[in-house]
């Protein structure tokens, strides 16, 4: 059994950033294929990012790609999100995932919500503009 707490939501203006913090409890977090989701009031959950467990393969939405970067730290069992020029299109709850990695599958393998079993309460993300 893995928990996930995210935290470092808030509410910025456009243009701004903010970094979203993961942390895990549990056992063997470094093995877990880690990815953030968002959703947004009346719309599915989305996919934003991830990184595999080894942490060289990141994959990421277009959307986002160029203004986020995902990271984490096996050693502190934690994933960040850091999120820059953030625009109003970004307010979303973020949530914090975590998959079993197949093998050594590049990031770009694990996209959809079924492809993680453990997911965080969730954090507010609100962008003004």
């Known amino acids: 059994q893995v928990q996930l707490v995210e935290s470092g939501g808030g509410l910025v203006q456009a243009g701004g950033s903010l970094r979203l913090s993961c942390a895990a409890s549990?056992?063997?977090?470094?093995?877990?294929?880690m990815g953030w989701f968002r959703q947004a009031p009346g719309k599915e959950r989305e996919f934003v990012t991830n990184?595999?467990?080894?942490?060289?393969?990141?994959f990421y939405a277009d959307s986002v790609k160029g203004r986020f970067t995902i990271s984490r730290d096996n050693a502190k069992s934690t994933v960040y999100l850091q999120m820059n020029s953030l625009k109003p299109e970004d307010t979303a709850v973020y949530y914090c995932?975590?998959?079993?990695?197949?093998?050594?599958?590049?990031?770009?393998?694990?996209?959809?919500?079924?492809?993680?079993?453990?997911w965080g309460q969730g954090t507010q993300v609100t962008v003004s503009s």
């Open positions: 549990g056992r063997s977090f470094s093995s877990y294929v």
């Open positions: 990184i595999v467990w080894y942490g060289s393969s990141t």
């Open positions: 995932a975590a998959g079993l990695s197949r093998g050594w599958r590049s990031s770009s393998y694990y996209v959809q919500p079924d492809d993680y079993v453990y």
